[in-house]
């Protein structure tokens, strides 16, 4: 057994055990992740419950199971209505989302198991999705065409057929009513936006004479002349979108008319076949990644904070690296070794101990208050006392983030500089090469796969991020992305969504808490993809340089 210990084989299992051991821990969370967010989007079945309480009177559920639970039945004996008769030590009890949110009280309700006299799954059972007051669940009674039925017959092929076809046709009216809003109408909102500014701008420079003023008001003119011509099309959009409407018979068993430009989708689950479902997987995972959120963030999807989460550390990495580098070649390159720089080699080291929330107070304080101040007062005075550049931005998030992975990119350059030997920086001295010129063709390249590795800890440190960008930039919803179509395209003064922050907001300041459950699950794989996209794209960046400057160390 000493021989054993002394030949290091154990702790090379030992390490080997603890490296399995984390990689199983962290597959196995990723796994549990997936599986609870991804699930999500499958197409559930719908059942059709009868209840029948205590006092013998039956009431009917339409809704599909969200989750059951076995629990004691003495958890449940303040419910003396729901298990009288009920001698099990155990009870089963199925948690039913029944939608049709404006019509009860609850789009969640708990079901015991021995209250159900019969639960069946209709094939012609639909499911609704609505921009607004969720899923609706139901069965199709009739298609309405300016509050005239279009049914020929009672078959439920004709509902179906015309039913798709109907709700497709409002989903596109719809996308090009919002098309138009937020293209060319909300193009002219900008250009008067900012001939507004610039009248203000004039009139403090005292240069708004009369030949500007005729200018701005003719500009102005021709603006709101192209204004009234939109503003008529998108209403005009908006009344064809609003002709049809479908009957439905809810799980009261009453007729409702729902107006067809709310819907989004109808399916059918019950009478769906595997390819089906699968299809309608992937297409509501598609939604979810490209469309905007809805309903507090419960629903819909989460564009918005995929392009702000991407835009902010793509805008961060642009800052930090120069930084980062030119500081790690100052310090290893230039810098003499004595207490001062050790000094600052403990100050860098320690910045990276920093808690995260501190950096954002900083960020607050000194980028957002004093600096975008100031940047108001100087460049954009016909803008105050409405701030532009004086408030919280995906540019202040970035610069904050920035500092905060700055360390990182640091060590890990200076680590990568102090690998390369100084027989290649003296033989290109040798040669005749200047310092500099040695620096930017030898060094430099040679720690490029170390630079790269540093912005890659420095990415994914970044993108998990919330608690510092909740002070500077990052809200609950943007209604505008800090990219658009009007100059300057990129708007580095707005704020902007936030994977994590979503995942916080959805999952501790929601409305709907059972709702959005999933929704959580899913957004943080969403965010542990983008996360590994934005690594692997570096670290094959890493790769490269590494396999092109190879022939350097020999």
Same mark, same amino acid.
């Given at each position: 057994m000493k021989v054993w210990f002394k030949t290091g084989k154990p702790w090379i299992w030992l390490t080997a055990g603890a490296v399995s051991i984390s990689l199983i821990a962290v597959i196995g969370l990723l796994i549990m992740i997936a599986w609870r967010g991804l699930s999500f989007f499958w197409p559930?079945?719908?059942?059709?419950?009868?209840?029948?309480?205590?006092?013998?009177?039956?009431?009917?559920?339409?809704?599909?199971?969200?989750?059951?639970?076995?629990?004691?039945?003495?958890? &449940? *004996?303040?419910?003396?209505? /729901? =298990?009288?008769?009920?001698? %099990? $030590?155990?009870?089963?009890?199925? @948690?039913?989302?029944?939608?049709?949110?404006?019509?009860?009280?609850?789009?969640?309700?708990?079901?015991?198991?021995?209250?159900?006299?019969?639960?069946?799954?209709?094939?012609?059972?639909?499911?609704?999705?609505?921009?607004?007051?969720?899923?609706?669940?139901?069965?199709?009674?009739?298609? &309405? *065409?300016?509050?005239?039925? /279009? =049914?020929?017959?009672?078959? %439920? $092929?004709?509902?179906?057929?015309? @039913?798709?076809?109907?709700?497709?046709?409002?989903?596109?009216?719809?996308?090009q009513a919002m098309d138009l809003q937020d293209g060319e109408i909300g193009a002219i909102n900008y250009q008067l936006n900012q001939l507004r500014l610039e009248q203000r701008r004039l009139e403090l420079n005292n240069a708004f004479t009369e030949a500007e003023a005729e200018r701005i008001a003719a500009e102005e003119a021709q603006l709101r002349a192209d204004y009234q011509v939109l503003e008529a099309q998108l209403f005009?959009?908006?009344?064809?979108?609003?002709?049809?409407?479908?009957?439905?018979?809810?799980?009261?068993?009453?007729?409702?008319?729902?107006p067809m430009y709310r819907m989004l989708d109808v399916t059918f689950p019950n009478d769906m076949n595997i390819l089906q479902k699968l299809a309608h997987f992937f297409v509501q995972i598609g939604k979810f990644v490209s469309e905007d959120p809805r309903e507090a963030n419960t629903e819909g999807g989460v564009f918005p904070a995929i392009f702000g989460t991407v835009f902010m550390v793509l805008l961060m990495s642009i800052i930090v690296t120069p930084f980062g580098v030119v500081a790690a070649v100052y310090l290893h390159e230039y810098a003499g070794k004595n207490a001062i720089t050790r000094l600052i080699r403990i100050a860098v080291i320690n910045l990276a101990g920093v808690p995260s929330i501190v950096y954002g107070v900083f960020g607050l304080g000194f980028f957002v208050y004093m600096v975008g101040g100031s940047l108001d007062q100087i460049f954009y005075p016909e803008a105050l006392p409405s701030p532009t550049f004086g408030t919280p931005g995906v540019m202040w998030s970035a610069i904050t983030l920035?500092?905060?992975?700055?360390?990182?990119?640091?060590?890990?350059?200076?680590?990568?500089?102090?690998?390369?030997?100084?027989?290649?920086?003296?033989?290109?001295?040798?040669?005749?090469?200047?310092?500099?010129?040695?620096?930017?063709?030898?060094?430099?390249?040679?720690?490029?796969?170390?630079?790269?590795?540093?912005?890659?800890?420095?990415?994914?440190?970044?993108?998990?991020?919330?608690?510092?960008?909740?002070?500077?930039?990052?809200?609950?919803?943007?209604?505008?992305?800090?990219?658009?179509?009007?100059?300057?395209?990129?708007?580095?003064?707005?704020?902007?969504?936030?994977?994590?922050?979503?995942?916080?907001?959805?999952?501790?300041?929601?409305?709907?808490?059972?709702?959005?459950?999933?929704?959580?699950?899913?957004?943080?794989?969403?965010?542990?993809?983008?996360?590994?996209?934005?690594?692997?794209?570096?670290?094959?960046?890493?790769?490269?340089?590494?396999?092109?400057?190879?022939?350097?160390?020999?």
């Amino acid at each position: 057994m000493k021989v054993w210990f002394k030949t290091g084989k154990p702790w090379i299992w030992l390490t080997a055990g603890a490296v399995s051991i984390s990689l199983i821990a962290v597959i196995g969370l990723l796994i549990m992740i997936a599986w609870r967010g991804l699930s999500f989007f499958w197409p559930a079945v719908i059942h059709e419950m009868d209840i029948q309480a205590s006092d013998g009177s039956t009431r009917t559920i339409i809704g599909e199971i969200y989750d059951r639970e076995v629990v004691p039945t003495s958890r &449940l *004996e303040g419910s003396a209505d /729901v =298990l009288e008769g009920y001698n %099990e $030590e155990m009870l089963e009890r199925l @948690l039913l989302k029944v939608g049709n949110r404006e019509y009860v009280s609850l789009d969640f309700t708990w079901v015991m198991e021995p209250q159900v006299v019969r639960d069946e799954t209709p094939a012609n059972l639909a499911v609704l999705e609505r921009s607004k007051d969720g899923n609706f669940y139901g069965y199709v009674i009739d298609i &309405l *065409e300016n509050g005239e039925s /279009v =049914l020929t017959s009672d078959s %439920e $092929e004709e509902k179906r057929e015309e @039913l798709f076809a109907r709700i497709e046709r409002a989903v596109e009216l719809n996308e090009q009513a919002m098309d138009l809003q937020d293209g060319e109408i909300g193009a002219i909102n900008y250009q008067l936006n900012q001939l507004r500014l610039e009248q203000r701008r004039l009139e403090l420079n005292n240069a708004f004479t009369e030949a500007e003023a005729e200018r701005i008001a003719a500009e102005e003119a021709q603006l709101r002349a192209d204004y009234q011509v939109l503003e008529a099309q998108l209403f005009e959009y908006r009344e064809q979108a609003s002709r049809d409407a479908v009957v439905m018979r809810d799980m009261r068993n009453m007729e409702v008319t729902l107006p067809m430009y709310r819907m989004l989708d109808v399916t059918f689950p019950n009478d769906m076949n595997i390819l089906q479902k699968l299809a309608h997987f992937f297409v509501q995972i598609g939604k979810f990644v490209s469309e905007d959120p809805r309903e507090a963030n419960t629903e819909g999807g989460v564009f918005p904070a995929i392009f702000g989460t991407v835009f902010m550390v793509l805008l961060m990495s642009i800052i930090v690296t120069p930084f980062g580098v030119v500081a790690a070649v100052y310090l290893h390159e230039y810098a003499g070794k004595n207490a001062i720089t050790r000094l600052i080699r403990i100050a860098v080291i320690n910045l990276a101990g920093v808690p995260s929330i501190v950096y954002g107070v900083f960020g607050l304080g000194f980028f957002v208050y004093m600096v975008g101040g100031s940047l108001d007062q100087i460049f954009y005075p016909e803008a105050l006392p409405s701030p532009t550049f004086g408030t919280p931005g995906v540019m202040w998030s970035a610069i904050t983030l920035a500092i905060l992975t700055l360390p990182v990119v640091i060590v890990s350059t200076e680590e990568g500089l102090s690998r390369i030997p100084s027989t290649l920086r003296e033989g290109s001295l040798a040669l005749g090469a200047t310092k500099a010129e040695t620096l930017w063709r030898i060094v430099l390249p040679m720690a490029s796969p170390a630079i790269m590795t540093g912005l890659i800890l420095a990415v994914a440190r970044a993108a998990g991020e919330v608690a510092p960008l909740m002070l500077v930039g990052v809200v609950k919803s943007a209604p505008m992305l800090p990219l658009d179509g009007n100059f300057p395209y990129f708007h580095l003064d707005r704020k902007f969504m936030h994977l994590g922050f979503h995942i916080y907001d959805v999952g501790f300041q929601s409305p709907n808490v059972e709702a959005a459950r999933p929704l959580v699950y899913a957004t943080s794989f969403l965010l542990v993809t983008v996360i590994v996209g934005l690594n692997l794209t570096a670290i094959g960046v890493r790769n490269h340089l590494r396999e092109k400057y190879r022939s350097l160390e020999h």
